[in-house]
């Protein structure tokens, strides 16, 4: 079970921090990933984090802006948003996934196995 929190209403160029936290015992065989949908917008891939936490993947829209990371004694992957524009408004939702036994980041959703319930980030101008 993923359980996603720390959205909210923030103005652009402010931060945020969402957190993922999951609960079992075999959070580190997981890759995991962040993915966003907006109002009528399709399900964008954000960023995904191997099960190491040595490798990341960052979407085009958030390079240079958002940080992923993880902590797998604490079974919890974190998104640090900086610099939030308005086109970053969405539900942010916290996945789960595996490719066989390869230690990889994941970038398409379909490869995600488990999802947590989303939460929402405003951004306004």
């Known amino acids: 079970q993923l359980q996603a929190s720390g959205g909210g209403l923030v103005r652009a160029g402010d931060s945020l921090r969402l957190s993922c936290a999951a609960s079992?015992?075999?959070?580190?065989?997981?890759?995991m990933g962040w993915f966003r949908q907006a109002p009528g917008k399709a399900r964008e891939f954000v960023a995904s984090?191997?099960?190491?936490?040595?490798?990341?993947f960052y979407g085009n829209s958030v390079k240079g802006r958002f940080t992923i990371s993880r902590d797998n004694a604490k079974n919890t992957v974190t998104l640090q948003m900086n610099s939030l524009k308005p086109g970053d408004t969405a539900v942010y939702s916290c996945?789960?996934?595996?490719?066989?036994?390869?230690?990889?980041?994941?970038?398409?959703?379909?490869?995600?196995?488990?999802w947590g319930q989303g939460t929402l980030v405003t951004v306004s101008s």
């Open positions: 984090i191997n099960r190491s936490g040595g490798d990341t």
């Open positions: 996945a789960a996934g595996q490719f066989g036994q390869q230690d990889i980041v994941l970038l398409v959703d379909r490869l995600y196995n488990y």
């Open positions: 079992g015992r075999s959070f580190s065989s997981f890759t």
